[in-house]
């Protein structure tokens, strides 16, 4: 089963709201971090957030950490059309050996 | 300063036969990383490459296999094709020598179709 796993699959929403997409994984990580990719192509890296760090902030983002339940999550404020993407967590375990984990992602679409 | 780049950016196979994939990291990063996306999934790692030896693979079966040449530019090769191979295929490059691995910088991806 995967590592990170993102909840919804799928968001709707209208521009201006915000989005919050959720991601849990499985072990323990070095660090965690989300991924934007727009209409199959290339994923573009939006923030990471390492394993001692609670809260980050870049931008229209904040990504939050809680590492006792395993989980994060991606807010998106005052959305706009362009954020319309799927967005993966993918995360980086802490065991030599283990490799990248992306989970299924959520797929958002912003209505103008 | 060029990102990642791949090539090529569409290729049609038939099963069985063989394909090549190509990445050149971004300049400055020694590390290449395969993924294979398939249609509403998430990627999958293939492997990793560093210092021009396969470093971590996923699970992946022995028909993908890789290189990587001393300018850390890399191949991916998938031998006997399937059907089930057709897929994008992402090359991401990252600065290796630890163990923790940084942020990633993806290429555009091949989108591979077996018919």
């Known amino acids: 089963s995967q590592q990170g796993e993102e909840d919804p699959q799928a968001l709707s929403i209208q521009e201006g709201e915000n989005a919050t997409m959720n991601c849990s994984y499985k072990?323990?990580?070095?660090?965690l971090q989300w991924y934007r990719q727009n209409s199959g192509r290339g994923l573009v890296h939006l923030i990471l957030?390492?394993?001692?760090?609670r809260e980050k902030h870049s931008g229209r983002l904040r990504v939050t950490l809680d590492t006792s339940k395993k989980s994060s999550s991606l807010l998106i404020t005052a959305s706009r059309a362009a954020d319309t993407a799927s967005y993966f967590c993918?995360?980086?375990?802490?065991?030599?050996?283990?490799?990248?984990?992306f989970g299924p992602g959520t797929r958002l679409s912003v209505l103008p | 300063d060029a990102g990642v780049t791949q090539s090529p950016t569409h290729l049609i196979k038939t099963r069985g036969q063989q394909v090549t994939l190509r990445c050149s990291p971004k300049?400055?990063?020694?590390?290449v990383s395969w993924y294979q996306q398939a249609l509403g999934q998430g990627p999958q790692f293939i492997f990793q490459?560093?210092?021009?030896?396969?470093?971590q693979r996923g699970n992946f079966p022995d028909r993908f296999s890789g290189h990587q040449f001393p300018n850390y530019s890399s191949e991916l090769n998938v031998n006997a094709l399937l059907l089930g191979d057709s897929a994008l295929y992402l090359c991401?490059?990252?600065?290796?020598?630890?163990?923790?691995?940084?942020?990633?910088?993806f290429g555009p991806g091949t989108r591979l179709t077996v018919l």
């Open positions: 991401a490059s990252s600065l290796g020598g630890l163990v923790v691995v940084d942020e990633q910088f």
């Open positions: 072990t323990s990580i070095n660090n």
């Open positions: 957030i390492r394993s001692n760090e």
């Open positions: 993918a995360t980086d375990p802490d065991n030599y050996g283990q490799n990248f984990v």
């Open positions: 300049s400055g990063h020694d590390t």
């Open positions: 490459y560093y210092e021009e030896e396969e470093r």
